[in-house]
């Protein structure tokens, strides 16, 4: 029993100390990776690497640092300076800190990250959902026109686009009164037209969009086993001979 009790004390200790090395040494507290398709101990090789005294030493360690590298990534050896390119991914994750002989002209591409400009999305609310958005810019588009015939043309047209619309989506007819309102209420005032002014074209091709309907299948399945189950009971029963 004080055999059992030692070992997991023994345990838990050890676990203790792995769990505080694991949080010193946790990704998010190391340094940053220059390219973290090379891993850690790369990134490390090369710190390494800077503090070494001598340049000539340097120099042949980063040889060899661009071996290992093409060992790792081999597709990397189907371009044809891949070399020049290992050079270049070195400096890189040495944030071009690193003094050695180079072969190679390397040119210091230290991007800074910026976070991008907001795009400026359009959050405001729909007044009537089954319009859509772009029926609010078509209003706005034909409250800015000139008194006239074309203007009625518009306007007649956007009403019996609101009247399939509203006829598709919600299975109901609008009439010219409530059309003329919905545009008043849409073109804040600035289209404010009689419903008997108003010439609605009814499209015969709209469906009405209905929910669709949940088929029990189990209770389905369920019914077609037993009648299955009952088929073979009476085949089996013809089947059967009595010596």
Partial sequence: ???SFNIYL??????????????DDYNTQRTHLGISEYGRHVQEYIEHIKTIASKEERTS???????????????????????????????????????VDCPYEIVQDKKEFKRPEHLGYNVSGI??????????MMIDR???????????????????????????????NLSNEVIAEHLKTLSKGQLNID?????????????????????????????????NKNNNNKNRGKNYRRF
Avoid at 205 to 227: A, E, H, I, L
């Fill in 10 to 23: 023994i345990g838990s200790v050890l676990f203790c100390i792995y769990m505080t090395t694991l949080q």
């Fill in 61 to 99: 360690w980063v040889h060899n640092l661009a071996g290992i590298m093409a060992t790792l990534n081999p597709d990397i050896k189907l371009q044809v300076n891949y070399k020049e390119i290992l050079w270049g991914h070195i400096f890189q994750m040495a944030d071009y800190e690193l003094d």
């Fill in 195 to 227: 419903g008997s002014e108003l010439v609605v074209s009814a499209d015969t091709t709209v469906s009405v969009r209905r929910p669709m309907q949940k088929t029990n299948n189990f209770g389905r399945n369920n019914n077609n086993n037993n009648k």
């Fill in 142 to 172: 034909a409250a800015e026109m000139e008194d006239g015939e074309l203007k009625q043309d518009v306007v007649n047209m956007i009403a019996s686009f609101m009247y399939n619309s509203c006829k598709a989506w919600n299975n109901e």
């Fill in 127 to 136: 007044r009537f959902r089954f319009y859509g958005r772009n029926l609010q």
């Fill in 1 to 3: 029993m004080r055999e």
